[in-house]
């Protein structure tokens, strides 16, 4: 009976393990969802991210200054299953940038805050991440190793 019991205590002490080293279930960042802005003198940026619905957040960007619209993006991030059964196998960030090719960025869990995407075979960027911090929606692009970072930091605009 003693074995029994130390068996079944190690085989419950070993499962917590074996859940930890799971890869997690993708989420939808419901918390980017509205309208962002930061503005640098006449220079300004936006980003617009619809609540999550269906699998889908829909984004839209642009960039401008007082002569206006100088570039604009269209964006989402989907969950994908295979053929809409079984388990979500995958999260992914998809821009065009000037409405034109379409490029993925596969789901990249990290132990940073946020969410992560990464493309290795883009030119640049090859990594996208969001996060929060304070009341600032932060976004960074780089290489795939966090080399040569550009960031963001947006303020959530009035009625966005």
Request: charged share 20%.
């Amino acid at each position: 009976m003693k074995l029994r019991w130390t068996g079944f205590l190690m085989a419950m002490l070993a499962a917590p393990a074996a859940v930890s080293a799971q890869e997690p279930e993708p989420e939808l960042p419901s918390w980017m969802a509205g309208c962002w802005e930061m503005r640098n003198g006449e220079r300004w940026a936006e980003e617009c991210w619809t609540a999550p619905r269906g699998g889908q957040m829909l984004g839209s960007g642009r960039t401008g200054d007082a002569n206006g619209v100088r570039s604009f993006e269209f964006m989402r991030i989907e969950l994908d299953e295979p053929n809409g059964e079984g388990p979500i196998i995958r999260m992914a960030f998809v821009a065009a940038p000037n409405g034109r090719g379409w490029t993925m960025f596969a789901w990249n869990p990290t132990d940073q805050p946020g969410v992560s995407f990464s493309n290795a075979a883009n030119d640049y960027p090859q990594r996208v991440r969001y996060w929060l911090e304070g009341d600032e929606l932060k976004a960074e692009i780089s290489l795939l190793d966090g080399s040569n970072p550009t960031q963001f930091a947006f303020r959530r605009m009035n009625g966005g």
